[in-house]
């Protein structure tokens, strides 16, 4: 185990409180004001641990840029409205939809007033750097945006919300938590089992609960319910839920121990689109989708767009856009373009949301 500065404090705390759960050991590991992976790094790129679908091809985020355009249409050309994105990393897809959108949409553009949730200062200042001429307000956490109308786009958002995990036992359903064992961090089980959990499952099975998840969706469909507009969230997931120990570490491309070096390694759980789905529904948003990556991306005519692009290259940029292209759409077993989920919300009476 890597002795990382964060560590020490995680030995200290569980030493005082005992186990801590997994969405607290995730929330510290990531967030940490001092220590936490997000405030201390740009994690992205061939330098960093993960590339994001906007670092792959510029296409991504163009074909959220006119999607964004055709929502504004269908909501009747509000001016000013909100473009909100969560999670923006370095500001390249947000770049890429402005971009298309001053050459397609200038109209959607003008009525555009940019805002950005992100908490790390190493991401915030690449966004600055990127998203300079747009002028864009930056934002803790969701709740100090800004009322009307807005379409919010979430690419690689969800996955990184913290989780609680529970593990089905002879006794029930008990909360996964993380403890010491020696000096090392070690996963347990709580002593107890938690009674609401009733869900039928094979002893040993994992189940992950999305509590912050969850709670974000319910405000924003509570949002659009009330404001209109649309949430557009893409992320690695499963569409039906189920029970499999999704929690993974990711550090320089491969993956890792999520115990070994906490702070500096990407924590993620898969999201649960259905249960996501559900939380909007119940706060009286319209439910689009969940549809894979490869279907959504296709649907918006991704194909077409790349061979406008390679037509205008030379043979060298020619074969990057269509590699490209291939891994965004990708449906092998661990392709992106299956892997990876599309669900749209918005608010009740809207046009069908473009890509569904």
């Known amino acids: 185990m890597s002795e990382t500065p964060l560590l020490g404090e995680l030995r200290r705390l569980i030493a005082v409180e005992g186990p801590i759960t997994i969405e607290r050991y995730m929330a510290l590991c990531l967030g940490h004001p001092v220590h936490g992976y997000y405030r201390t790094r740009d994690p992205l790129g061939a330098a960093g641990d993960f590339t994001t679908a906007p670092e792959i091809s510029q296409i991504f985020g163009e074909l959220l840029g006119l999607w964004t355009a055709e929502v504004w249409h269908g909501l009747g050309r509000p001016a000013p409205f909100r473009l909100i994105e969560l999670g923006p990393g370095r500001g390249t897809l947000m770049a890429d939809a402005l971009r298309a959108l001053r050459s ?5 553009l003008a009525a555009a007033a940019l805002h950005l949730v992100e908490t790390s200062p190493p991401l915030r200042a690449a966004q600055k750097r990127a998203l300079a001429a747009a002028s864009p307000s930056w934002h803790d956490a969701v709740d100090t945006l800004p009322g009307g109308p807005a379409i919010l786009l979430a690419n690689e958002f969800f996955d990184a919300l913290p989780v609680r ?31 609401e959990i009733t869900r039928d499952a094979a002893p040993g099975a994992i189940l992950t609960l999305p509590a912050v998840a969850l709670d974000l969706t319910r405000q924003l469909g509570r949002r659009l319910a009330r404001e209109g507009g649309a949430l557009l969230a893409i992320d690695y997931g499963d569409l039906y839920g189920g029970t499999a120990d999704t929690l993974q570490a990711v550090a320089r491309h491969r993956f890792a121990d999520p115990l070994e070096a906490p702070g500096e390694t990407d924590l993620t759980a898969q999201v649960d689109f259905a249960a996501l789905a559900r939380a909007a529904a119940g706060e009286g948003a319209a439910v689009h989708g969940p549809v894979t990556q490869a279907d959504f991306l296709l649907a918006l005519g991704l194909t077409q767009r790349a061979e406008r692009l390679a037509a205008r290259a030379n043979p060298v940029q020619a074969a990057a856009v269509k590699a490209g292209a291939d891994r965004l759409t990708d449906r092998t077993t661990r392709g992106m373009g299956s892997l990876f989920k599309v669900l749209g919300l918005a608010g009740p009476g809207q046009p069908p949301l473009p890509g569904f």
Request: proline share 11%; with cysteine; glycine share 12%.
């Open 165 to 195: 995990q529970y593990q089905r036992t002879e006794r029930g359903w008990c909360e996964r938590r993380v403890g010491l064992n020696g000096d090392a961090l070690a996963f347990g089980l709580s002593p107890d089992p938690t009674p």
């Open 104 to 108: 397609a949409a200038p109209d959607c």
